[in-house]
T-cell receptor, first 111, second 113 residues
């Protein structure tokens, strides 16, 4: 399983763009990169997934360079409600259990 | 209600007792998972199931037992609870391989005294 490394915590202010980078140096050819968000006392919630280049949805963008050894989750114009823990996962979505959750990045959005 | 539910939401038990945590999903998802989350840590996979009657160990299976007689249910049993099993337990489900999202339940907070 590909190990991921991401910052333990980040602070930001409302309205700013937040970029959280995840390193995954030993990512395998069939691995996808997936990000989840977790609020206190709730289960994680899927945010975005990608394989290469850029993926964008209504809540975030995911940037993956050509070598795929890292990825960056971009949250545009964060609000207080974006305060949460963000997890980067790498795994082969062809199988059921290849995802390993690390400690995640605790994002604090300040007013 | 549609979705994934867990019961009970909170449980206090004593060391040595058997405890069963329930998980139910209404999507007929093939895959189901049990995770535990300890304070300040990420989630660790306990067991998973690819389909009814098919289960396999995850990262931290010791002390736990699962079964999956029906697609929609995936109970987790602590055969003899220990204090180290005090944690928040999350159940999740996912469709067929290749689908991108795991859907998580609200969690069960278990305290073992």
């Amino acid at each position: 399983l590909a190990k991921t490394t991401q910052p333990i915590s980040m602070d930001s202010y409302e309205g700013q763009e937040v970029n959280i980078t995840c390193s995954h140096n030993n990512i395998a050819t069939n691995d996808y990169i997936t990000w989840y968000q977790q609020f206190p006392s709730q289960g994680p919630r899927f945010i975005i997934q990608g394989y290469k280049t850029k993926v964008t949805n209504e809540v975030a963008s995911l940037f993956i360079p050509a070598d795929r050894k890292s990825s960056t989750l971009s949250l545009p114009r964060v609000s207080l409600s974006d305060t949460a823990v963000y997890y980067c996962l790498v795994g082969d979505i062809s199988y059921g259990q290849n995802f390993v959750f690390g400690p995640g990045t605790r994002l604090s959005v300040l007013p | 209600d549609a979705g994934i539910t867990q019961s009970p939401r909170y449980k206090i038990t004593e060391t040595g007792r058997q405890v069963t945590l329930m998980c139910h999903q209404t999507w007929s998802h093939s895959y189901m998972f049990w995770y535990r989350q300890d304070l300040g840590h990420g989630l660790r996979l306990i067991y998973y199931s690819a389909a009814a009657d098919i289960t396999d160990k995850g990262e931290v299976p010791d002390g736990y037992v699962v079964s999956r007689s029906k697609t929609e249910n995936f109970p987790l049993t602590l055969e003899s609870a220990t204090r180290s099993q005090t944690s928040v337990y999350f159940c999740a489900s996912r469709g067929l391989a290749g689908e991108e999202t795991q859907y998580f339940g609200p969690g069960t907070r278990l305290l073992v005294l």
